[in-house]
């Protein structure tokens, strides 16, 4: 193996991966990972605290902090990563092979977002054998990020000593550092028709999955612009096939970089629903929930020519892109701190089919010890 300066382990990376993918942590049950965290954290003599968030969201964890204190003449740095990942996590195994962690193929992986927090505490690790001089850091482990962002939106950021830091969030490689991510709107839409037994009464009823059906057929969804998005994602209604069903849900997003083209949308989407069920007699609710902002930042700015910095020095290839996603940074950086999402090298996250290189998860690493060491 090639000898790294940074002291970077790759055997001890592996372990810790392989150790977090392998403890389930869906939304709103981080409970054993952020207690396994706490217990890593605490040994490395950090005071650790967690926040009140798992009673806001109705989650079994708050969000976890840390400080490692540092040179108080180097900026301040945070560091965020989320605990929680999606369902498909109970029993996850990893299998490791060929330089590439996978699950055993029923489960996710997890590397979303368990690579980023493997990667920190390496970082940790390498800082406690080798001190190195750094400004105080940060760290911010969070819940219920597959859900809407919920855990950053409910951490206190006026806490943070530092200005800027990183959410290490994105599936691009590392070396990818992302400058723009969407606001995102949900939709909650309920059509009201009229129960009748099927092949008795059927004039009596109002088939509210039919009216669903009208307004879906007329809704714009997919891309549609440079900027925008939008997906109608769960539809349930009806009961029986002799029913006629009286009433059918509807969930859908729209997500866009442009505040108010979003908000068009999300109008235009919700009155489709509207006029379908008064065209049919039905009856028609429809809820918007604002998840969160978007944010734009310059490229210049001192949270991406240190991490650029940092990438180049380890040549890695420097790139700036747009997500289509939201992370915690939305709300960081909503907040006030400015957050830059990093590329830490997940690959098809959210599927059973997700895989992690152990080059990246090394490569994630070393990233953030060179930028952590270089203000
Ligand atoms: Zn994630």
């Not at 005071?47 to 969000?63: C, P």
């Not at 919920?150 to 200005?163: I, V």
């Not at 379908?276 to 700015?301: C, I, N, Q």
Request: glycine share 12%; with cysteine; net charge negative.
């Amino acid at each position: 193996m090639e000898q790294q300066v940074d002291g970077i382990n790759e055997e001890r990376l592996t372990q810790e991966f392989i150790r977090l993918a392998e403890i389930a942590s869906p939304s709103f049950r981080e409970r054993g990972i952020a207690d396994y965290l706490k217990h890593r954290l605490a040994g490395f003599g950090l005071e650790v605290t967690e926040d009140d968030t798992g009673d806001r969201i109705g989650g079994d964890t708050g969000n976890i902090y840390t400080c490692l204190p540092g040179d108080k003449n180097s900026p301040a740095l945070f560091l965020c990563a989320h605990m929680d990942t999606v369902n498909m996590a109970d029993g996850v195994k990893v299998v490791f092979k060929d330089g590439v962690f996978r699950s055993e193929g029923s489960t996710i992986l997890g590397g979303d977002d368990k690579a980023a927090i493997a990667a920190i505490i390496e970082v940790l690790e390498v800082l406690r054998r080798q001190p190195a001089q750094h400004g105080d850091l940060e760290i911010i482990f969070t819940v219920g990020e597959e859900q809407g962002l919920l855990g950053s939106k409910h951490f206190d950021c006026s806490r943070l000593k530092s200005e800027f830091g990183y959410v290490l969030d994105s599936d691009g490689d590392p070396g990818t550092m992302i400058t723009a991510a969407p606001a995102q709107n949900q939709l909650d839409v309920i059509i009201r028709g009229r129960a009748a037994h099927a092949g008795i009464e059927p004039e009596r009823g109002i088939n509210a999955i039919q009216v669903a059906g009208q307004a879906l057929a007329r809704l714009p969804l997919g891309r549609i612009d440079a900027e925008t998005t939008s997906n109608i994602g769960v539809i349930q209604g009806g009961k029986a096939t002799n029913i006629i069903p009286d009433s059918c849900f509807i969930q859908g997003e729209v997500r866009s970089l442009d505040r108010a083209k979003m908000d068009s949308l999300t109008s235009k989407i919700g009155s489709e629903f509207t006029r379908a069920a008064e065209a049919a007699g039905a009856g028609s609710e429809v809820r918007v929930t604002f998840k969160y902002p978007e944010f734009h930042l310059d490229r210049d700015l001192p949270v991406f020519r240190i991490a650029a910095g940092a990438a180049g020095k380890l040549g890695l290839k420097v790139s700036y892109e747009t997500s289509g996603g939201g992370s915690d940074a939305n709300n960081i950086n909503a907040a006030g701190r400015t957050a830059a999402n990093l590329g830490i090298g997940m690959k098809q996250v959210h599927t059973t089919e997700e895989f992690l290189r152990l080059s990246d998860l090394v490569a994630d690493a070393r990233w953030l010890w060179e930028i952590i060491t270089s203000l």
